[in-house]
């Protein structure tokens, strides 16, 4: 049987972490991975998990099965998180929450959902989006479709080509919108781009999910979920998935949420016994490892405030890393016009040069982004800012 089988080409952007790791040039800048890094190149674990996960271990007394659910405290603390804890359909109880193995956890569960919930819906994602939807949903069994995003030419929103493409789709789809941090581009919709992104929502009558993978990273936490939280306000339905592995640094931990918003109270229920049939059908039930630590930091005012803390530490340190990166290519001569990173968000940000220039970057100057040009700023830092501003300069 596997003799019918085709190799498949390594996965773009974790494809290049191999290769990273086998390189030996001494000088070898890894912009490729969206995790985050300390100025010298590490990937630290947060001081508040390091905290949580002491207490837990004195505290946990059992590792029996936790149900496709999983933790309920930590479903309740996320749900709050990104829609906050006094939000309308909070307290109407319209909003069910399941722990799902990271986001990409959640993507697939809600993947899962919509096609039970109509197997021909097509789901629209953003013309370029993170390079794993578009396998993700398809894997599943749904069409998906691209509307436009970003202008590679003037490095802004194509928000009137957006907006005609999103009064196009019909209530029986599907509508991917990034919370913040747009992966791969760095491009936000604003607060005004929001709501009337949100009004064709609501006259349209398509179902909008969601996709947070980076609250905390953009402006800070209540600040970035502020689509969510107005889209939940104005829709009857929506989809919201999200993710730990990069606001707390929880990688490989593997933990996120899917939260389904409904009509009311009674739908919720019959939406959220299909929820827990999918998750039951595709692994059973969640890691509880991660969810205990979110939830324990999440439960504690004090491990709260800490992780707060060290979010913005990340957060400026990546925002300072744009701003050094275009002073840098200024300082190298470089005369194109590059300040568009610095007023860029989150992780990602397409330095804009083509494949050819990306494969002459990782072959002659070991620095690796993916091939779209798709650049992980946290990858960045001042001992390494001057090779790469230089090399860039070179291959321009
Ligand atoms: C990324 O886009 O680099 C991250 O979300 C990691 C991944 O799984 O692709």
Same mark, same amino acid.
């Given at each position: 049987?596997?003799?019918?089988?085709?190799?498949?080409?390594? !996965?773009?952007?974790?494809?290049?972490?191999?290769?990273?790791?086998?390189?030996?040039?001494?000088?070898?800048?890894?912009?490729?991975?969206?995790?985050?890094? !300390?100025? %010298?190149?590490?990937?630290?674990?947060?001081?508040?998990?390091?905290?949580?996960?002491?207490?837990?271990?004195?505290?946990?007394?059992?590792?029996?099965?936790?149900?496709?659910?999983?933790?309920?405290? &930590? =479903?309740?603390?996320?749900?709050?998180?990104?829609?906050?804890?006094? *939000?309308?359909?909070? %307290?109407?109880? @319209?909003?069910?929450?399941?722990?799902?193995?990271?986001?990409?956890?959640?993507?697939?569960?809600?993947?899962? &959902?919509?096609?039970?919930?109509?197997? =021909?819906?097509?789901?629209?994602?953003?013309?370029?989006?993170?390079?794993? *939807?578009?396998?993700?949903?398809?894997?599943?069994?749904?069409?998906?479709?691209?509307?436009?995003?970003?202008?590679?030419?003037?490095? +802004?929103?194509?928000?009137?080509?957006?907006?005609?493409?999103?009064?196009?789709?019909?209530?029986?789809?599907?509508?991917?919108? *990034?919370?913040?941090?747009?992966?791969? +581009?760095?491009?936000?919709?604003?607060? !005004?781009?929001?709501?009337?992104? /949100?009004? $064709?929502?609501?006259?349209?009558?398509?179902?909008?999910?969601?996709?947070?993978?980076?609250?905390?990273?953009?402006?800070?936490?209540?600040?970035?979920?502020?689509?969510?939280?107005?889209?939940?306000?104005?829709?009857?339905?929506?989809?919201?998935?999200?993710?730990?592995?990069?606001?707390?640094?929880?990688?490989?931990?593997?933990?996120?949420?899917?939260?389904?918003?409904?009509?009311?109270?009674?739908?919720?229920?019959?939406? &959220?016994?299909?929820?827990?049939?999918?998750? @039951?059908?595709?692994?059973?039930?969640?890691?509880? *490892?991660?969810?205990?630590?979110?939830?324990? /930091?999440?439960?504690?005012?004090?491990?709260?405030?800490?992780w707060l803390d060290e979010l913005t530490v990340m957060r400026n340190r990546i925002n300072g890393n744009r701003q050094m990166l275009v002073n840098k290519l200024i300082e190298q001569g470089v005369k194109q016009d590059f300040s568009f990173i610095a007023n860029q968000k989150g992780m990602f940000s397409f330095l804009g040069i083509?494949?050819?220039?990306?494969?002459?970057?990782?072959?002659?100057?070991?620095?690796?982004?993916?091939?779209?040009?798709?650049?992980? $700023?946290?990858?960045?830092?001042?001992?390494?800012?001057?090779?790469?501003?230089?090399?860039?300069?070179?291959?321009?």
């Amino acid at each position: 049987m596997f003799n019918a089988l085709t190799a498949m080409p390594a !996965d773009p952007i974790l494809g290049l972490l191999t290769q990273y790791r086998q390189d030996t040039h001494p000088q070898k800048i890894d912009l490729g991975v969206g995790v985050y890094k !300390d100025p %010298i190149g590490n990937t630290p674990i947060l001081d508040c998990v390091k905290t949580a996960e002491r207490l837990r271990t004195e505290s946990e007394t059992t590792k029996v099965y936790i149900g496709p659910t999983g933790s309920p405290q &930590f =479903n309740t603390l996320m749900t709050e998180l990104a829609f906050g804890n006094t *939000h309308s359909a909070l %307290i109407a109880d @319209r909003i069910r929450t399941v722990s799902t193995p990271g986001g990409t956890g959640a993507l697939r569960v809600a993947a899962e &959902f919509i096609k039970s919930c109509n197997p =021909n819906a097509v789901l629209w994602v953003s013309d370029p989006t993170w390079a794993n *939807h578009t396998g993700l949903f398809e894997a599943a069994g749904i069409t998906v479709k691209t509307y436009p995003y970003y202008d590679y030419d003037s490095k +802004s929103l194509k928000f009137d080509e957006m907006k005609a493409a999103l009064n196009n789709i019909g209530s029986d789809d599907v509508v991917l919108l *990034h919370a913040c941090c747009h992966n791969p +581009s760095g491009m936000d919709l604003t607060n !005004d781009q929001w709501d009337e992104v /949100i009004s $064709i929502t609501a006259k349209q009558g398509f179902t909008p999910l969601i996709d947070m993978a980076y609250q905390g990273f953009g402006d800070g936490v209540d600040e970035d979920a502020y689509g969510v939280r107005q889209m939940a306000a104005q829709v009857e339905e929506m989809i919201l998935c999200s993710s730990c592995s990069k606001n707390f640094g929880l990688y490989r931990e593997r933990i996120g949420a899917c939260s389904i918003m409904a009509k009311d109270s009674t739908k919720a229920n019959i939406a &959220f016994s299909v929820l827990l049939y999918v998750v @039951r059908c595709i692994y059973s039930m969640p890691p509880a *490892h991660g969810a205990a630590l979110v939830e324990t /930091i999440l439960g504690d005012a004090q491990l709260k405030q800490q992780w707060l803390d060290e979010l913005t530490v990340m957060r400026n340190r990546i925002n300072g890393n744009r701003q050094m990166l275009v002073n840098k290519l200024i300082e190298q001569g470089v005369k194109q016009d590059f300040s568009f990173i610095a007023n860029q968000k989150g992780m990602f940000s397409f330095l804009g040069i083509n494949a050819e220039q990306v494969e002459t970057l990782k072959k002659e100057h070991s620095i690796y982004m993916v091939g779209s040009s798709r650049m992980s $700023i946290a990858g960045i830092s001042e001992t390494n800012v001057d090779y790469l501003a230089k090399s860039i300069a070179t291959i321009l």
